[in-house]
Structures are given as structure tokens and as C-alpha cells.
């Protein structure tokens, strides 16, 4: 029986407040709150019109940027984690008023500063010996990608291999939501982090790529072929430095052409700018305009048809001899819409996210200090996960095509 925080009232937010709210042995006070709290008032409305409303819930307007603002309102409330599914720009203040008001953090997606599109976990790991001179737990990327795949990665070092030497993390969407272009999650971070250029590990060392220039076709389990593009993607960084025998690391997505073409044009008339333009007497943000001209990717899921298909390939040696693993997820969308109306991208970021939260809470991923997923025991998550809606499968000693 614990009180949660949920920040945030997005795609991601709304997939955990119905995951939360299936398990009110788990959760039994909660607090959804964000900047916008009609929205938190709405997921609400879901909530109950799905029958769903059991534990004690509360909305709240909070700006998770004002320190003060946020760690009065957990003062007030008392809340034993906060789960962050605002946006990345938020995690270091998050964090802050939790270290402030004492209280244990997860997020969904490493800090990012708003005038920079930078991805790494330096900012955050920064804050371990705070939380854990504090005796808190802060959990870093508990979402699918980071968080499953990492965590997948973790359940394969432990139970398939003596050592692992190669990792490509393959991410398929192959669902179709019917609108000429949109994203899947926040359309903003999502075209600042497809944008930059391609990073991988080999041989001890990270390699560049013009953005999007490294691709092939990769097959997915009930999918098919698609065009994989290499890309930089956060939990690369996490994982080499955890698993040090890893030879290489690599991180795959597919994309139709028509996103690409899109894409193509949004940067070459500079919408995809995140410096601040004058236009007419203000200031904007092209991106942040782009944005609000978009479709949200929390309203694609009534049309959206397909599956997502995400895993980890991996290459090592088991007693002597080369071992290939593939482990991965095929998430419907049409499912993810059933149970709680958003699309299978949010749906495979909330469920880890309630997943990591229960660990939490049951005692499980509970230590003082700053950890990424993969720190911890893979085995419970993943027991859980299938029966919370993302079954997972193994293919062993197969073509891994990479
Ligand atoms: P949305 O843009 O749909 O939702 C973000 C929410 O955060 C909005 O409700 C927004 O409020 C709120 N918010 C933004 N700024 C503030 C603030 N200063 N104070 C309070 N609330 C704020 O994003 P998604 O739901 O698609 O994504 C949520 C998170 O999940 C992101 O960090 C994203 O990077 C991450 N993610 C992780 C994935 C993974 O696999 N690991 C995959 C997909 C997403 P308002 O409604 O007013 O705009």
C-alpha cells in the first residue's frame, strides 16, 4: 500500500495512471499532477468510464521546473515515489525536490537541457551520492527504450551467456496511424533526438555517423522486412559502461519513407530549430511551434492498426562456444487502444514504468543512490511484465542478420 506521484499527463502518463489504477494493492493514494491539470482531470474521466477508479486519486496543477512549487506539493502529499512522465527537460528539477522533500524518483527518459539536444546520463548520475547519503532510490529509464531493452540485456548477460560481445537493439514500429506525418511520443523530443547523428560502441571506443546515413533491412518477427536506420539512443551509454566485455553496441530503427521525406523537409525549412526566432514582437521556438501544430501522439491510437516489435539481438559465448539471442516484444496497437485509448508507443513506455514502480514498491529495486535499470534484478520485472500486456519471446541461435 504505498502513495504514488505521477508528473505528467501525457500518452506515457495516461498508459500508467490505467496501469496504476488496475493494481490499487500496489498503488492506494495517487496524485496525478501537471502543468495542464484538466488533463490529469480527463485521464481521470478514463479512468472511471473503465471502471478503473478503485485507490484514492487526486489531480494537481504543478510546473515540475519550479523546484519550490513541486517539493511543497510533495511535502504536502507525502508521496513514497514519484514516477516522472513529464519530459526529460524536467528531470533534474524533479529530482531536485525530491532530494528536497525526500522522496524516491523513476523516469522514463535521461535529462536532456532544452537549448541543446544533448542525451547523456552524466547530469544524472552526478546525483548518486545524494540520493544515497539520503537513503533514496532514483531509477533511471524504466520505458521500453531505455528500460525493457535494458533490462532484457541484463536477463541475457545473467541467464544465456558467459559473456556478452555484441548488442544491437532493434526498435520496429510497424503500425499505421493513418496521418500523412505525426509522432509517436512527443514530437518535439522525438524529432530532436532522430535528428542528430548517429553514435556507436566498437572496440572500446564510440564511433559517428551522419544522421540516418547507416541502414539495411532487418526482419521482425510477424512483421517482416523493414529499414532499420542506426541511430545514438541513451541506453547505449548505460550499457557499455555496465557491460565492459560488449565488443560493440548498436541501436536500430525503422522509418517509412514518407516520415523520412517529411523529416527532410521539416529541416531543411528549419522547423526542426530549438534556438528561440522573433516572429511578429515574440519570441518562438520553431519546434515547440511545429509541435503545437501536430497531431498529438496521445489522440493517434483510435486509427492506429499494427504492431511494434522491439528487442535485443545478442552475440557472445555460453560454455566455450558462440551463442546468438534474440530476445523482443510485439505490442498491437490496436490492444494498446482497448485498454487504456492511446497507441502501442506510449503503452510499451507506461507499462515498464508501472512494472519499475511496483519493483520499487515491493522492496525489489530498492537501494540508496542513482541506477539505471539494468543494476537491477531483471528477473521479477520480466515476470510481471508479460502478465501486465507485454509478453515477451526468445529465438535462440538464430540468424541475427546483424
Ligand atoms: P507528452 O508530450 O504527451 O506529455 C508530456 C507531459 O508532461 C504533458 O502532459 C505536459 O504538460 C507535461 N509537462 C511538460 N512540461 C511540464 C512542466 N514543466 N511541469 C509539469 N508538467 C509538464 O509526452 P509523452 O507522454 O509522449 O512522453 C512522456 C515521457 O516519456 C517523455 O520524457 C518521453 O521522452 C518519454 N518516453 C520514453 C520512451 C521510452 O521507451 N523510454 C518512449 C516514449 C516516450 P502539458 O499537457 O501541459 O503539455
Known amino acids: 500500500m504505498s502513495r504514488v506521484l505521477i508528473i505528467g499527463a501525457g500518452g506515457v502518463a495516461t498508459v500508467v495512471a490505467h496501469k496504476v489504477a488496475a493494481h490499487p494493492e500496489v498503488f492506494s493514494d495517487v496524485l496525478l499532477a501537471s502543468r495542464t491539470q484538466s488533463k490529469c482531470d480527463n485521464i481521470i474521466k478514463s479512468l472511471e468510464s473503465r471502471g478503473l477508479k478503485k485507490a484514492q486519486w487526486q489531480t494537481a496543477r504543478v510546473d515540475a521546473d519550479n523546484v519550490p512549487e513541486l517539493t511543497a506539493l510533495m511535502e504536502k502529499f507525502k508521496p513514497e515515489l514519484v514516477i516522472n512522465v513529464a519530459l526529460p527537460y524536467q528531470d533534474l528539477h524533479i529530482m531536485d525536490a525530491c532530494l528536497a522533500a525526500g522522496v524516491n524518483y523513476m523516469d522514463t527518459a535521461n535529462y536532456e537541457p532544452l537549448d541543446e539536444a544533448k542525451y547523456q546520463y552524466s547530469w544524472q548520475w552526478a546525483y548518486h551520492d545524494r540520493f544515497k547519503e539520503a537513503g533514496l532510490t532514483a531509477i533511471l529509464g524504466c520505458g521500453f527504450d531505455p528500460g525493457v531493452t535494458s533490462i532484457f540485456t541484463a536477463y541475457a548477460a545473467k541467464h544465456h551467456f558467459d559473456e556478452i560481445q555484441y548488442l544491437d537493439i532493434v526498435d520496429c514500429n510497424a503500425g499505421n496511424h493513418g496521418k500523412a506525418f505525426a509522432t509517436n511520443f512527443n514530437p518535439e523530443i522525438n524529432i530532436r533526438e532522430i535528428t542528430q547523428r548517429g553514435k556507436y560502441w566498437e572496440n572500446g571506443d564510440w564511433h559517428e555517423t551522419d544522421p540516418l546515413s547507416v541502414h539495411k533491412a532487418l526482419n521482425y518477427p510477424r512483421v517482416g522486412a523493414k529499414?532499420?536506420?542506426?541511430?545514438?539512443?541513451?541506453?547505449?551509454?548505460?550499457?557499455?559502461?555496465?557491460?565492459?566485455?560488449?565488443?560493440?553496441?548498436?541501436?536500430?530503427?525503422?522509418?517509412?519513407?514518407?516520415?523520412?521525406?517529411?523529416?527532410?523537409?521539416?529541416?531543411?525549412?528549419?522547423?526542426?530549430?530549438?534556438?528561440?526566432?522573433?516572429?511578429?514582437?515574440?519570441?518562438?521556438?520553431?519546434?515547440?511551434?511545429?509541435?503545437?501544430?501536430?497531431?498529438?501522439?496521445?489522440?493517434?491510437?483510435?486509427?492506429?492498426?499494427?504492431?511494434?516489435?522491439?528487442?535485443?539481438?545478442?552475440?557472445?559465448?555460453?560454455?566455450?562456444?558462440?551463442?546468438?539471442?534474440?530476445?523482443?516484444?510485439?505490442?498491437?496497437?490496436?490492444?494498446?487502444?482497448?485498454?487504456?485509448?492511446?497507441?502501442?508507443?506510449?503503452?510499451?513506455?507506461?507499462?515498464?514504468?508501472?512494472?519499475?514502480?511496483?519493483?520499487?514498491?515491493?522492496?525489489?529495486?530498492?537501494?540508496?543512490?542513482?541506477?539505471?535499470?539494468?543494476?537491477?534484478?531483471?528477473?521479477?520485472?520480466?515476470?510481471?511484465?508479460g502478465p501486465e500486456g507485454l509478453p515477451w519471446e526468445e529465438i535462440i541461435n538464430g540468424d541475427l542478420e546483424l
Open 227 to 385: 529499414e532499420s536506420y542506426l541511430m545514438y539512443h541513451e541506453e547505449l551509454e548505460s550499457l557499455v559502461k555496465h557491460y565492459p566485455t560488449l565488443k560493440r553496441a548498436r541501436f536500430w530503427m525503422t522509418f517509412g519513407q514518407e516520415y523520412l521525406t517529411h523529416l527532410r523537409v521539416i529541416q531543411n525549412i528549419g522547423m526542426d530549430r530549438i534556438d528561440p526566432i522573433e516572429y511578429e514582437g515574440h519570441q518562438i521556438v520553431p519546434i515547440q511551434f511545429l509541435k503545437a501544430v501536430l497531431p498529438n501522439p496521445g489522440d493517434l491510437g483510435a486509427n492506429y492498426t499494427g504492431w511494434t516489435s522491439i528487442g535485443c539481438r545478442i552475440r557472445g559465448i555460453k560454455d566455450g562456444k558462440e551463442k546468438t539471442y534474440y530476445i523482443f516484444n510485439n505490442c498491437s496497437h490496436e490492444v494498446a487502444y482497448k485498454e487504456t485509448g492511446t497507441q502501442g508507443v506510449s503503452y510499451t513506455t507506461g507499462v515498464p514504468a508501472t512494472v519499475g514502480a511496483m519493483m520499487h514498491l515491493k522492496g525489489l529495486w530498492k537501494q540508496p543512490g542513482v541506477f539505471n535499470v539494468e543494476q537491477f534484478d531483471p528477473d521479477p520485472f520480466l515476470k510481471e511484465l
